[in-house]
């Protein structure tokens, strides 16, 4: 499970040398944003001397052609059904979505990635998020383990639904804080990589990052028993990055991940039989009948009928309307 290859070069020649079409089941990666990179310290507030140096970026009038050249070769080697998260900030993300336009790949969610530690700002609204663009390549099944982190039926204490809320596009994560340590200049915490690596990989799975920076994605992909491939063009960092991987054990997030509760609605999505929609109401009206809510109710309905509190509700809804019209569920 310990398969690791990563190249100190170019991610779109060393892509084309190393790496074969179709063969990589999800591409993780925070490619360079196109600005002056000395501005991030000045941006964030933060001391300089505690970043690693040796940091490549993309200048503004290359960054079209760029962007093209690398999300081309993206395409190529992800597999039919694979997906790619592809974290951007706003400054050339114009760029990244129309060079995303000029390919197969599907965008299935644009993703907002709120966090701390916002940009410093005196005269405007201060930045505190990124873009994180969610697509997959038609022509293959998509892996999305929709119950990898909560189950169907978990919920808040408030009643709402913990795997709709970790769902949501609006992600609210951390970046990692490292005081008076040595860093690279925007590393992607390991919290948001689990995130994207459970939902969209499986144990075994070849995660690549095209611009590996810090190497977070890489050890996150060992942590979780993936294999991993990539780039650095930086030798100094590349070589930093080795050395961060000689202690890392394959799997050692494994233990540290949450395991969701089993689902205990084991119909869920299956059709409806006129049958079992005439017991659902008669059972709602029992309910009612001995005073419990409408909430307590559905809640009851579900676990009896291994049913989605949604589902019931729409049953509920289109048994009305039905009543209403003199359909074939009404009463005689």
């Not at 410093?120 to 990898?148: A, D, M, Q």
Request: with cysteine.
């Amino acid at each position: 499970m310990f398969d690791i290859s990563i190249y100190n070069e170019n991610c779109i020649s060393g892509a084309r040398k190393h790496i074969k079409n179709s063969s990589v089941d999800l591409i993780i990666t925070d490619p360079p944003y196109g600005i002056d990179a000395n501005s991030f310290e000045k941006h964030y507030n933060r001391n300089g001397s505690n970043v690693n140096d040796g940091y490549v970026e993309i200048p503004a009038e290359e960054y079209v052609d760029f962007s093209q050249s690398w999300i081309s070769e993206a395409e190529r080697i992800l597999r039919p059904g694979g997906s790619i998260y592809i974290v951007s900030g706003y400054t050339n993300l114009f760029h990244v979505l129309s060079a995303l336009s000029r390919t197969s790949l599907r965008l299935v969610n644009h993703i907002v990635w709120k966090y701390n530690f916002g940009v410093y700002t005196t005269r405007k609204y201060v930045s505190s998020h990124y873009h994180i663009l969610y697509l997959t390549k038609p022509g293959g099944k998509v892996t999305f383990n929709t119950y990898c982190r909560y189950g169907a039926d978990e919920h808040d204490a408030q009643g709402g639904s913990l795997n709709y809320r970790d769902r949501e596009d609006v992600w609210i994560i951390n970046k990692e804080y490292k005081p008076n340590q040595k860093k690279n200049r925007n590393e992607l915490p390991t919290e948001l990589l689990v995130k994207m690596m459970q939902y969209s990989s499986n144990e075994g799975d070849l995660v690549c990052d095209m611009f590996l920076g810090g190497f977070s994605t890489a050890i996150v992909a060992i942590g979780l028993n993936r294999r991993i491939t990539g780039f650095e063009i930086s030798q100094k960092i590349y070589s930093m990055g080795i050395e961060r991987l000689k202690d890392i054990k394959p799997g050692f997030l494994l233990d540290e991940t949450r395991v969701p509760q089993p689902n205990t609605h084991i119909k869920r999505g299956k059709p409806w039989t006129e049958d079992e929609i005439r017991r659902v109401m008669e059972r709602y009206s029992e309910l009612r009948a001995e005073g419990r809510n409408k909430r307590q109710s559905i809640d009851t309905i579900s676990m009896e009928f291994s049913r989605g509190y949604f589902s019931i509700t729409n049953i509920l809804k289109s048994y009305q309307k039905e009543k209403a019209q003199g359909g074939f569920l009404s009463e005689n």
